[in-house]
């Protein structure tokens, strides 16, 4: 049982660049999750989904974009990538909403320069 | 606008003394808090938990406590280790059932 993975670990990227962080859970969780964390702040959320083929956006969502075409996966897609979006990424599942306790994955530190 | 905030960013004890964390929040539809402990490199993992209808929830070392009426919460951990050199996150549930963050304490474990 891996959990939560999450691919690359790192990454530098040009501006206007684009790429895409994978996340894959083992779980069998419906709710997955994807924030960032900036220097000396909390986590932000940037998008979720409850379920296979339904997502919405988190509090920070501009710049990115999700699908969520199978339970296990949750791919984060970053078009035209900015210097704003240089952050660490991390990715994490739920069993259910009121499950208040999520499951994070290692993280994907990204760089835009 | 920070709902959840942790104003201290770091935390100094000895090993065998009791650290103090707060946090503090602001608004009253939060009906769960937990906290997360993280280390470098990794991803944050859950530590404990407190509903909103409890003041005090404890698991072995690690107690956390619920003040509503100051709209504050406290993680202890007696005795502190050398393990529990992180940083530990508070974060509530909001209505939608989506959690917001404080920015976190970097707790140091000294012998």
């Known amino acids: 049982n891996a959990g939560v993975t999450q691919t690359p670990k790192f990454r530098i990227l040009k501006i206007g660049q684009s790429m895409t962080l994978q996340c894959t859970q083992d779980m069998n969780h419906n709710y997955m999750y994807w924030y960032r964390q900036d220097p000396g702040m909390g986590l932000k959320l940037i998008y979720y989904s409850v379920g296979a083929g339904i997502t919405d956006k988190g509090e920070v969502p501009n710049g990115y974009n999700v699908s969520r075409s199978t339970t296990e996966d949750f791919p984060l897609r970053l078009e035209l990538a900015a210097p704003s979006q240089t952050s660490v990424y991390f990715c994490?599942?739920?069993?259910?909403?009121?499950?208040?306790?999520?499951?994070f994955g290692p993280g994907t530190r990204l760089t835009v320069t | 606008d920070q709902q959840v905030k942790q104003n201290s960013p770091s935390l100094s004890v000895q090993e065998g003394r009791i650290s103090i964390l707060n946090c503090d929040y602001t608004n009253s539809m939060f009906d769960y808090f937990l906290w997360y402990k993280k280390y470098p490199a990794e991803g944050p993992t859950f530590l404990i938990s407190?509903?909103?209808?409890?003041d005090k929830n404890e698991d072995g070392r690690f107690t956390v406590f619920l003040n509503k009426s100051a709209k504050h919460l406290s993680l202890h951990i007696v005795p502190s280790q050398p393990g529990d050199s992180a940083v530990y996150f508070c974060a509530a549930n909001d209505s939608w059932g989506k959690l917001q963050f404080g920015a976190g304490t970097q707790v140091v474990v000294t012998p």
């Open positions: 994490a599942s739920s069993y259910r909403r009121g499950s208040y306790e999520q499951y």
């Open positions: 407190i509903s909103s209808i409890k």
